[in-house]
């Protein structure tokens, strides 16, 4: 059998995620949101990454309960993969729910997957899968050759000779611990002191695309407030066992480049066909280089929304 879980976030449980992973984009600014051009939403919305942080959590707690790591660490399947697409955005104060369906094992290749559906009242906010796999399902083919030394390129400016723009940020206990909690889910699970836990999850490297892109746009010159972009789509792979032995203070360095610009083609989400989506690749590197993520994110305009939404002439 599946799981179902019923949830509210309000405005302290946004704050909290975005300030935790420096995310300023003005949607999740109570102030800021009301300024944007065409904002079909009243008021700021739940972040994209903070709602997958609590599907990352409700699937480990299903996983434990149906005592599904030891088959896991058995077959070697060392990857997280997700694909969550998005249908609507959550607001502080909305009622919702997260549907974990049973678990589809196969043994050719070995894979555990999960279905996952989040709905509020007035239809689907995200729906997509959690995979264990024993390779990325994301970017699989990623090979960046020579780089240079990260450590001492410059912060927040293209690579040179390249076309990856580079954020670097740091791994802080702190700032994943008021994430968790900002996302509802149990801060204890991952990281505890006194029992000796230090576990960062999934989504809290990963959330920090966002604040990635934010500069990579503020670089570029992206007005926010006049051009405003939403996400469709998150694809993303995650070298857990690399995930679970971070700690405090290391150096995450996380690569964008794109947009590739491409047409939306029997869409399902938040937009039909015919709109324009701008898709980035993106990859978080820790250590010597090795990565810790891979990262497909998919936008649209908001324009792209609006105009999807209306019914066109007959």
């Excluded at 299903?62 to 030891?70: I, K, L, S, T």
């Excluded at 998005?86 to 050719?108: C, M, W, Y």
């Excluded at 407030?225 to 700690?247: F, G, M, N």
């Amino acid at each position: 059998m599946g799981a179902e879980y019923q949830f509210c976030y309000e405005q302290i449980h946004i704050d909290a995620a975005r300030n935790a992973t420096d995310d300023f984009n003005p949607f999740h600014e109570p102030r800021k949101c009301f300024r944007i051009r065409g904002n079909p939403y009243p008021g700021s919305i739940v972040l994209g990454f903070q709602l997958e942080c609590l599907v990352e959590y409700l699937v480990t707690l299903y996983r434990n309960h149906h005592d599904e790591f030891r088959w896991i660490e058995d077959q070697g399947l060392a990857y997280s993969n997700y694909h969550l697409t998005f249908a609507d955005a959550l607001l502080p104060g909305e009622r919702f729910s997260v549907d974990i369906k049973p678990t589809h094992r196969q043994n050719a290749p070995p894979t555990l997957a999960n279905r996952v559906i989040v709905r509020k009242e007035t239809g689907f906010v995200l729906m997509g899968y959690k995979r264990e796999t024993a390779y990325p399902l994301c970017m699989a083919d990623l090979q960046f050759g020579s780089l240079p030394d990260l450590r001492k390129a410059k912060d927040r400016a293209f690579l040179a000779g390249t076309d990856w723009f580079l954020k670097r940020k740091f791994m802080s206990t702190g700032n994943a611990k008021n994430f968790l909690a900002g996302s509802l889910a149990d801060q204890g699970y991952f990281f505890d002191e006194l029992e000796g836990r230090a576990n960062f999850p999934d989504m809290f490297p990963c959330s920090l695309v966002s604040c990635a892109l934010l500069e990579k746009a503020v670089h570029e010159g992206h007005d926010f407030i006049a051009e405003p972009v939403v996400y469709l789509s998150h694809t993303i792979s995650v070298d857990r066992r690399l995930a679970r032995s971070l700690r405090s203070n290391e150096a995450l360095h996380m690569l964008v480049r794109g947009p590739l610009l491409t047409l939306a083609e029997g869409e399902r989400g938040l937009i039909g066909s015919g709109a324009v989506k701008q898709l980035y690749g993106c990859v978080g590197l820790v250590r010597n280089q090795q990565i810790l993520y891979r990262c497909e994110v998919s936008l649209v305009s908001l324009d792209g929304i609006v105009s999807a939404r209306i019914p066109k002439a007959a």
